[in-house]
């Protein structure tokens, strides 16, 4: 079942009636343009055909209900008392809320039951497709419809600011905007956009994940964007767009030897980006792939937001190569675990799967997840 029906199913299993509408949203992946969404950069995301989706009705009465699948768990809150965060999975539901509410809306309560398809934590974005769904549901239901980016923007303020995750716009931009089979170009200084078509030929996108999640997380991601504010102010830059990698190296004494590798992954990563969009309308795939290395390598070495078991699916990824059919891998999401995205030719697809599966397992004694994907479109209401 899809998780558009497992939302119907558990909202009927938890309610005992038939919800009226589902909202869905898709989780993503970054095909390049890491770790720069926050430092004004470029990115390249694209929708997954995997989804996140809500099943909901009104209730006559000023309470949310929520039932997630995944958390096999029912909460209340009151549209009364004031929403504060809780360090618990409803903060994504509540910050909206939270959010909305403090538009002009007119808040009616609701039951919801979520169910996905979007694993948690593995840099496929489950918590802005969460966001996502329940703002495109409440717009609707609360009568109060912003324009996919004010609503991408406002979900951007509820993740960093409500939940306390300082994420940059990607997550909710593709999120929202996202068109099948286009890559969406974020512009993450202007906020502004542009979709670039996968051709016919496009490669199989292929996820792999490699099921670990090292502790580093939610310290790493704010340390680089930390570090990347303080290699800025040193520079005496507003802005890393207007860095050039000259500048950056011309001015080694005054960063210190970290800031300066942080400095060079986000110049090298914005023209890598721009790049592999030419390099996509020019169906050079070869040499996007090239780039996604590269992109790898950066991360690992600059950024130092991989690990060993991504090293390794990148590594042994690329040691297949070409001959093989594969054009190119790398990291994709926050880093220090979570999955992998690679450009395959679609005839060498199970081939490769078998190989890294096993040669994987046998490195980490631990199993890899792989699944093809295809760029697909934004979140939307369905009225049942
Ligand atoms: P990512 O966005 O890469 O998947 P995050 O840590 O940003 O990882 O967001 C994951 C969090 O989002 C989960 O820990 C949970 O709190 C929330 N979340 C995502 N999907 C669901 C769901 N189906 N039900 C309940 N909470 C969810
Ligand atoms: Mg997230």
């Known amino acids: 079942m899809t998780s558009f029906q497992r939302s119907i199913a558990s909202y009927e299993a938890q309610f005992g009636s038939k919800p009226k509408w589902v909202a869905h949203a898709p989780g993503r992946v970054n095909l390049i343009g890491e ?71 007119r808040p009616v309560g609701l039951k919801l039951a979520i169910a996905s398809d979007v694993p948690y934590g593995s840099g496929l974005s489950s918590s802005a497709a969460l966001e996502m769904a329940f703002a495109t549901l409440i717009g609707e239901v609360w009568g109060l419809e912003l324009d996919p980016v004010a609503k991408a923007l406002k979900c951007q303020q509820v993740e960093s600011d409500f939940v306390g995750m300082p994420c940059g716009i990607m997550d909710q931009f593709v999120v929202g905007l996202a068109r099948k089979d286009y890559f969406l170009k974020i512009d993450c200084q202007s906020n502004t956009h542009e979709f670039i078509k996968a051709g016919e030929q496009f490669p199989a996108l292929l996820i792999i994940n490699s ?51 942080r400095g060079r992954h986000v110049i090298s990563e914005m023209h890598r980006t721009l790049e592999a969009c030419e390099r996509i309308q020019a169906s050079d795939y070869q040499s996007l792939g090239e780039l996604l290395y590269q992109s790898h390598f950066s991360l690992r070495d600059d950024f130092e937001v991989s690990c060993p078991e991504l090293d390794w699916i990148v590594n042994r990824m690329q040691s297949l190569g070409g001959r093989e059919g594969v054009y190119g891998c790398r990291i994709t999401g926050g880093g220090f675990g979570g999955c992998a995205v690679s450009l395959v030719d679609p005839e060498a697809v199970k081939r490769v799967i078998q190989i890294i599966a096993h040669d994987y397992l046998e490195a980490f004694g631990v199993s890899a997840g792989f699944f093809l994907t295809q760029p697909s479109a934004g979140c939307a209401l369905s009225k049942l």
């Open 35 to 105: 770790h720069i969404d926050y430092n004004d950069g470029f990115v390249l995301p694209a929708a997954i055909d995997r989804r996140l989706s809500i099943a909901a009705s009104p209730v006559n009465h000023p309470e949310i209900l929520i039932y997630s699948e995944q958390e096999k768990q029912q909460v209340h809150f009151s549209l009364d008392a004031p929403l504060l965060p809780s360090g618990k999975w409803t903060d994504y539901v509540i910050g909206v809320v939270e959010y909305w509410r403090r538009l002009e809306t």
């Open 211 to 261: 099921n670990v999640k090292h502790a580093l997380t939610d310290g790493g991601y704010a340390s680089r964007r930390a570090q990347c504010e303080s290699a800025l102010f040193k520079l005496g830059s507003a802005s890393w767009r207007s860095v050039s990698m000259e500048q950056l190296s011309g001015s080694a004494g005054k960063l210190d030897e970290v800031e300066l590798r």
